[in-house]
T-cell receptor
Framework: GAGVSQTPSNKVTEKGKYVELRCDPISGHTALYWYRQSLGQGPEFLIYFQGTGAADDSGLPNDRFFAVRPEGSVSTLKIQRTERGDSAVYLC????????????????FGPGTRLTVL | SQQGEEDPQALSIQEGENATMNCSYKTSINNLQWYRQNSGRGLVHLILIRSNEREKHSGRLRVTLDTSKKSSSLLITASRAADTASYFCATAFPVPVKETSGSRLTFGEGTQLTVNP
């Protein structure tokens, strides 16, 4: 079946603008994660959804960042008033929930969206 | 902040040689995973080792985990030019949600492996 998909693959915007990044997880995966990766660094956790709810949003850097997953499938990461420091590759991952097996899941990553804020 | 730290930061070897990458972490974990990334995009899951396991194999990959030293190693045997990529270790611990398997990953900064033909 299809893997995790992300759109757009590249997004160039101007400082101060609003952007939305979309993630389509693997069908049937209830867990969805957003990460951000700066050049030369490893990915950093942003937010985790279990179904429709954000189970852990402790990685969001500030209140300009927000993410939703209204129907428990597709998720949108929203960034308001973008800053140059927001430039990075935004990665989405999904995993299949296995009840009672904490932390035993493999995460499948999408190709990412490269965001450039000018 | 990053929990995992890979060592070395860069490794260059000849085709056919073995490549060993190390990872250290700071807190207790549920599992440790290794990922591969080409050209800054598309992380590919390689192998997962649980905290109660000490060694795991998958094809040309061998992973060890020493929880007493909070370290792991990834060995790629008989390397190929196609193995050239960045390799990341990622540690997983539970998020504060009851009875789910969700777990945020904390990545290191990666090892850039170059395999010369």
């Amino acid at each position: 079946g299809a893997g995790v998909s992300q759109t757009p693959s590249n997004k160039v915007t101007e400082k101060g603008k609003y952007v939305e990044l979309r993630c389509d997880p693997i069908s049937g995966h209830t867990a969805l994660y957003w990460y951000r990766q700066s050049l030369g660094q490893g990915p950093e956790f942003l937010i985790y959804f279990q179904g429709t709810g954000a189970a852990d949003d402790s990685g969001l850097p500030n209140d300009r960042f927000f993410a939703v997953r209204p129907e428990g499938s597709v998720s949108t990461l929203k960034i308001q008033r973008t800053e140059r420091g927001d430039s990075a590759v935004y990665l989405c991952a999904s995993s299949q929930e296995t009840s009672g097996r904490l932390g035993y899941n493999e995460q499948f990553f999408g190709p990412g969206t490269r965001l450039t804020v000018l | 902040s990053q929990q995992g730290e890979e060592d070395p930061q860069a490794l260059s070897i000849q085709e056919g040689e073995n490549a060993t990458m190390n990872c250290s972490y700071k807190t207790s974990i549920n599992n440790l995973q290794w990922y591969r990334q080409n050209s800054g995009r598309g992380l590919v899951h390689l192998i997962l080792i649980r905290s109660n396991e000490r060694e795991k194999h998958s094809g040309r990959l061998r992973v060890t985990l020493d929880t007493s030293k909070k370290s792991s190693s990834l060995l790629i045997t008989a390397s190929r030019a196609a193995d050239t990529a960045s390799y990341f270790c990622a540690t997983a611990f539970p998020v504060p949600v009851k009875e789910t398997s969700g777990s945020r990953l904390t990545f290191g900064e990666g090892t850039q492996l170059t395999v010369n033909p």
